[in-house]
């Protein structure tokens, strides 16, 4: 989001506010397309999701560490948090954790 608030928590303007804005702001610095939406602190709920859905993006990342397949909810999909430098063999545990967690919903 624009300033990494909790959408969930937002009324309805100042939340399409969030996620228009922040789109827009991205795609005008990179240049490209920016279809994915992580929330912010992992925070959302029904109504979150079709905020992000109804600003045009494809998907979005939760804070849920699992992995995802053809199956998993685009809309809530698990990533892995890196949290700074780490040993290449660090990250190889981290990513195998993630890949051995099925996803829920």
């Known amino acids: 989001s624009r300033r990494h608030r909790r959408i969930r928590g937002l009324d309805f303007d ?6 228009a804005g922040s789109r827009e ?3 005008a610095h990179i240049g490209a397309p920016v279809e ?5 602190y992992g925070s959302h709920d029904k109504r979150t999701v079709a905020m992000v859905r109804a600003a045009g993006y494809r998907s979005a990342c939760t804070l849920k560490r699992w992995g995802n397949g053809k199956n998993t909810n685009p809309w809530r999909l698990g990533r892995v ?8 063999w ?4 981290k990513l195998l954790k993630m890949l051995l967690t099925p996803a829920i919903g």
């Open 90 to 93: 660090q990250l190889r545990l």
């Open 36 to 40: 994915s939406f992580a929330f912010p």
């Open 81 to 88: 948090s890196v949290g700074g430098p780490l040993p290449a």
């Open 25 to 27: 702001e991205l795609e």
């Open 14 to 19: 100042s939340a399409r506010e969030e996620l």
